[in-house]
């Protein structure tokens, strides 16, 4: 069966074979293992409350337990920016008008921005792919919401998700040679490393403060902002079916899309309940349920096929021991599919 857990030390060398299978575009998920170890550390710290919520990097691993394989990770970091630089770029607009000549155009621009600075980040997403299957990629997204449902007091009240851009069949990223080559003189691939591992003076050095009118980006670069790559567009979908949206900033590298919501407008949030577990075949007609225990220290999470019956969740004998529960305990649960209501 799959779990999701919080992550622990011993997963390190198994996160960094994951990390070799990532490819650019994610920065918080390169194979180095000196910035793998540290969030690792860092994750194990924040699940046991040794560091303050606003450094904390929770990191959850989806555990096949058949065979103790590591079939994807995500995170969530308490807030962002607050000991380096978090940049975007926001999308604005300049008006010239000429009364004598009668003409009055907009243009789209392109502001560097810290504004998002202090937000919580969900990122890190990746699954496996032949655990490409099912409901897996869907419960991997969907168990972070669940999590800050259960622990809303350790996040602010922005919540934010930055997506990997368009990237051309060659890898190539159409923004990026349109505008940024033209100022960091070095590959995509390269400025992408120099930012995993948390160099980011050269932005604010190299990229020019004053706005960027989009009319002077060549017609590809101009087609890409805001859009996201192949495959991160079933990543998007489930996070705005969750209660986040675009709202006009975008990755200064590869103009991926920042989503953006408010944790209190949170489908989890809303719709999530506290129920008592109960042990116990399922009676009547199932839904698929994320069910995860109340433990900060060892957060865990299933996704069951199960009924609700009053204040109750009805779960078998090996969903509560992967919960590391116990008939009577009490478990948070939320509905798989938008669509359906567990309240």
């Not at 999308?91 to 243009?107: A, D, P, Y």
């Not at 990223?173 to 590959?187: A, C, I, N, T």
């Not at 989503?259 to 949170?266: A, E, I, K, M, Y």
């Amino acid at each position: 069966m799959l779990v999701i857990r919080s992550i622990v030390a011993s997963d390190l060398d198994a996160l960094i074979d994951l990390a070799t299978q990532v490819g650019g575009g994610m920065t918080t998920l390169k194979p180095d293992r000196k910035m793998l170890g540290d969030r690792v550390e860092c994750a194990v710290a924040s699940f046991a409350e040794t560091i303050p919520p606003q450094e904390r990097d929770y990191m959850f691993a989806l555990e096949d337990t058949t065979n103790g394989r590591l079939a994807g990770v995500c995170a969530i970091k308490g807030a962002v920016g607050l000991t380096e630089p978090f940049y975007n770029y926001r999308i604005g607009t300049l008006v010239h008008s000429s009364r004598e000549l009668n003409v009055f155009t907009r243009m789209e621009t392109l502001y560097l921005s810290n504004d998002l600075t202090g937000s919580t980040e969900l990122c890190s997403l990746f699954l496996q792919p032949d655990y490409r299957v099912g409901y897996n990629g869907k419960w991997l997204s969907k168990s972070r919401f669940l999590f800050i449902a259960q622990f809303q007091q350790l996040f602010t009240e922005k919540i934010i998700a930055e997506m990997r851009g368009f990237q051309a069949e060659d890898g190539t990223s159409p923004f990026y040679e349109g505008l940024g080559r033209h100022f960091f003189k070095m590959d995509f691939d390269h400025v992408d490393g120099l930012t995993a591992l948390g160099k980011k003076s050269f932005i604010a050095e190299l990229m020019p403060r004053q706005p960027l009118y989009v009319d002077y980006l060549p017609q590809s670069a101009r087609d890409v902002i805001g859009q996201v790559h192949r495959s991160t567009l079933p990543a998007r979908k489930l996070l705005e079916q969750e209660g986040m949206h675009y709202d006009g900033y975008v990755d200064i590298f590869d103009a991926g899309p920042v989503l953006q919501g408010r944790v209190s407008d949170l489908r989890s949030v809303r719709d999530s309940v506290l129920r008592v577990a109960a042990e116990g075949r399922p009676e009547g007609e199932t839904e698929c349920l994320l069910v995860s225990n109340t433990k900060l220290h060892d957060f865990r999470m299933v996704l069951a096929q199960t009924t609700i019956e009053g204040a109750q969740v009805a779960l078998s004998a090996q969903e509560l021991a992967l919960l590391h529960c116990q008939a009577g305990d009490t478990v948070r649960t939320l509905s798989l599919n938008v669509r359906k209501n567990n309240g």
